[in-house]
């Protein structure tokens, strides 16, 4: 099931998909070459499959084929157009961010568990976070989508990504990465779907 909430903003667009099909409904209407059969059979997990199936639903809605789409050598996505293109997927929501710019999204659910891992990620003054989970989930997407818009492995999430209030959808708010003795600024969109949010971070 196709699912586009507000998906132009200014500077980048987002491609975002309910998943609600079965695997062979997935498939349909989509080239399922030799590389990405292998990879699906090599997972075990049915809701991963999925996810990646509908990633390659949405590469087609956004005209981007398969031979486009390469990975680096850390695992991140890139086009051979020179666009810079972010995916995520969980079990129920899966979405691609595309612009000129380096972009990164993050799509998660509200769930308790994030209250124990909360302070594994969090610095100093986003501790006031502590305890709510729509505001650790809103941190730690925001978090994720930073990361892989910055596009460095081995960034500390706790010591090095911080994240402005608000903690919310609701307004504005913005990311820095500190690396090699400098700041790095990121503006962040987000959107909540359902019980799910969707954070994206975008170089300033």
Not at 170 to 183: I, L, M, T
């Amino acid at each position: 099931m196709q699912f586009f909430p507000k998906t132009i903003f200014k500077n980048f667009k987002i491609y975002l998909w309910k998943i609600d099909e079965s695997e062979r409904n997935l498939e349909k209407g989509i080239v399922i070459n030799e590389s990405l059969r292998k990879r699906l059979n090599s997972l075990k997990s049915k809701e991963h499959r999925k996810g990646i199936l509908s990633i390659r639903q949405l590469m087609k809605i956004a005209g981007i084929i398969e031979s486009d789409l390469y990975y680096d050598s850390n695992g991140a996505p890139n086009l051979k157009s020179g666009k810079y293109i972010s995916i995520s997927h969980s079990k129920y929501f899966s979405g691609i961010g595309l612009s000129d710019f380096q972009i990164g999204i993050d799509i998660e659910s509200f769930r308790e568990k994030i209250i124990k891992i909360g302070p594994k990620f969090l610095n100093i003054k986003e501790n006031s976070a502590l305890g709510k989970i729509e505001e650790l989930t809103f941190i730690w997407t925001a978090k994720e989508a930073t990361y892989k818009a910055f596009r460095t492995p081995g960034i500390s999430f706790s010591e090095q990504i911080n994240i402005d209030k608000p903690y919310n959808s609701e307004k504005a708010s913005r990311a820095s990465v500190f690396h090699n003795n400098q700041y790095k600024f990121y503006d962040l969109a987000s959107i909540n779907l359902d019980s799910h949010i969707v954070n994206v971070a975008l170089k300033k």
